[in-house]
């Protein structure tokens, strides 16, 4: 009996302070690490996010830039920080990438995460000069088949989502195009204008205002399904998907989501993203995606996990595509 009781109260001391962990989390600042520059997408959408965490949780919510190698140097951070969702990451569909464009990382894009949310998806749009002779997925096949080469595609480099979009595209439909690599999607998208290169995707942010001025044309979007800021802006509403044109299944997403280290206690995530769940349910936070040309898609850690498993599956699947066809 005596052995029976102590056993009891020893395991009672234990609990107790995992209980008040799981009862008081956060107890001190929660940091967000954002692995690229001041001002990317991936930082406002960080911020936002945080502006409205902060009050629900009770205590400060800090964004923290820490870019480099392409959000290796802050993701590597992320994956070393101690596991108690203190320190979280908010990163973009460059996480799931980087296994396939990389020859090795100091960290695991899945096993060494615990998923939390995704915060926000949406298409990138297939963009065109407003001169080309083509107006859809089918006429610009065509006019690639008949004027090989003579066709370019700007994008973002390699490893941008832009890119690898592009890639997935030449795959699926074996057009060969030459890539013609920018700095960044504004850039590239002033030449499309201008007729310097012909072809991009482009983030529906950067697209909009050419496309309401007719200063560009869009041939499709990447997604198959079609999120509500698509629908409801006019400028988007009539572009078909390229899965609607035939490449069934075709589906390229820009999104964000927020990772915490592995071994993060369950009470935290879930702490966290029934909390990031509330804050993208509210009006003034779609308002705000939506100008941003994402839509926000709240999910569950679960949802996110398997979402993640097969972004990384088509990637490196991809990659290997690529690398059996000499590209």
């Not at 830039?65 to 460059?94: F, M, R, W, Y």
């Not at 973002?156 to 074996?174: D, H, S």
């Not at 999607?185 to 030449?191: L, P, Q």
């Not at 035939?246 to 997403?253: A, D, S, W």
Request: glycine share 8%.
């Amino acid at each position: 009996m005596k052995y029976w009781l102590s056993a009891v109260l020893a395991t009672a001391v234990v609990a107790a302070p995992l209980a008040a962990v799981a009862q008081t989390f956060p107890s001190r600042a929660v940091t967000i690490v954002v692995p690229f520059p001041a001002g990317s997408g991936t930082d406002v959408v960080a911020r936002l996010v945080a502006a409205e965490l902060q009050p629900r949780l009770g205590q400060p919510v800090v964004v923290e830039n820490q870019p480099g190698a392409s959000g290796i140097v802050g993701t590597q951070a992320v994956a070393g920080a101690e596991p108690d969702g203190h320190t979280i990451l908010l990163t973009s569909s460059s996480h799931a990438i980087l296994p396939s464009t990389q020859d090795s990382l100091p960290f695991d894009v899945i096993a060494d995460f615990a998923p939390i949310t995704m915060v926000s998806a949406g298409p990138i749009i297939l963009t065109a000069n407003k001169d080309l002779k083509a107006g859809n997925l089918d006429e610009l096949k065509a006019l690639v088949q008949a004027e090989p080469d003579s066709i370019t595609f700007a994008s973002t480099g390699g490893g941008t989502i832009p890119a690898m979009a592009f890639e997935l595209l030449k795959m699926r439909t074996g057009m060969k195009m030459p890539h013609v690599n920018y700095s960044g999607g504004s850039t590239a998208i002033v030449d499309v204008m201008t007729g310097v290169t012909q072809l991009s995707f482009t983030a529906p942010s950067t697209a909009l205002p050419y496309l309401e001025s007719g200063d560009i044309k869009a041939l499709g979007l990447s997604s198959v399904d079609r999120p509500k800021f698509i629908i409801d802006n006019p400028a988007f509403s009539s572009i078909k998907t390229l899965d609607e044109q035939g490449l069934t299944g075709f589906n390229v997403e820009l999104w964000y989501g927020l990772f915490a280290p592995d071994g993060t206690p369950a009470d935290a995530v879930g702490k966290l993203q029934a909390e990031v769940a509330e804050v993208l349910g509210s009006d003034a936070i779609a308002a705000k995606f939506s100008e941003l040309g994402v839509g926000a898609r709240p999910t569950t850690a679960q949802e996110f996990a398997d979402y993640l498993g097969a972004e990384v599956d088509q990637w490196k699947k991809l990659a290997a595509e690529m690398k059996a066809a000499g590209n």
